[in-house]
């Protein structure tokens, strides 16, 4: 039972590059969504979706997009990447509102 | 709009003291859950615990205890006689039922560093 897997772990950019940042979970969870991490600030939700085909914004939105067309999946895309977006970035999935969270390991991204 | 406030940015404690991280929640919503979670040097986060707006029995686990009042808005955690691997940041966050579902709104985290 891998949980919520994460990929890539790492990774540098340059400003005006896009990427896509990888989230799988195997719990069959309807809840999943992403966050930031900055320091000093906590960890700061940027999308999140209630099941498959259904995703809503968070507090800090701008300049990512995503989509869920599964269950297990809900990549977060950065469109041109841009010094302000370096951050760890967590994606978490849950069974519902009352539920606790379940997070990856985490992807650290620099953007230069 | 839901918000969390964990006004404890740092806290430091030698080891065996007890020590108390403070949470304070804003919420339109009767009915939604608080949840604490650690986050360790290695980065990871780990849920710790979770309580619903209509329970407001306290907590204890071990050498952690929670403690929920409604009428302050808080949901407070303790550690009694702290230890070296109790340093991490601790994490309140809080969920609603109603509009807001799906959303979580956590605080700022408070980093503990349990000193031997």
């Known amino acids: 039972n891998a949980g919520v897997t994460q990929t890539p772990k790492f990774q540098v950019l340059k400003t005006g590059q896009s990427m896509t940042l990888q989230c799988a979970q195997d719990?069959?969870?309807?809840?999943m969504s992403w966050y930031r991490q900055d320091p000093g600030m906590g960890l700061r939700l940027i999308h999140y979706s209630v099941g498959a085909g259904i995703t809503d914004q968070g507090e800090v939105p701008n300049g990512y997009n995503v989509s869920r067309s599964t269950t297990e999946d809900f990549p977060l895309r950065l469109l041109s990447a841009a010094p302000s977006q370096t951050s760890v970035y967590f994606c978490a999935s849950s069974r519902g509102q009352d539920q606790p969270q379940h997070f990856g390991d985490g992807t650290r991204l620099s953007i230069l | 709009a839901q918000k969390v406030t964990q006004a404890q940015t740092e806290i430091s404690v030698v080891e065996k003291e007890d020590v108390t991280l403070d949470c304070v929640y804003e919420t339109r919503d009767t009915t939604y859950y608080l949840f604490w979670y650690k986050q360790p040097p290695s980065g990871e986060l780990v849920f710790l615990i979770r309580r619903n707006s209509f329970d407001e029995q306290n907590e204890i686990s071990g050498r952690y205890s929670w403690n929920f009042q409604k009428s302050t808005s808080s949901f407070n955690f303790t550690i009694t006689a702290s230890q070296v691997v109790d340093s991490a940041v601790y994490f309140c966050?809080?969920?609603?039922?109603?509009?807001?579902?799906?959303?979580?709104?956590f605080g700022d985290g408070t980093t503990l560093t349990v000193k031997p």
């Open positions: 966050a809080l969920s609603e039922w109603g509009t807001n579902a799906g959303k979580s709104t």
């Open positions: 719990m069959n969870h309807e809840y």
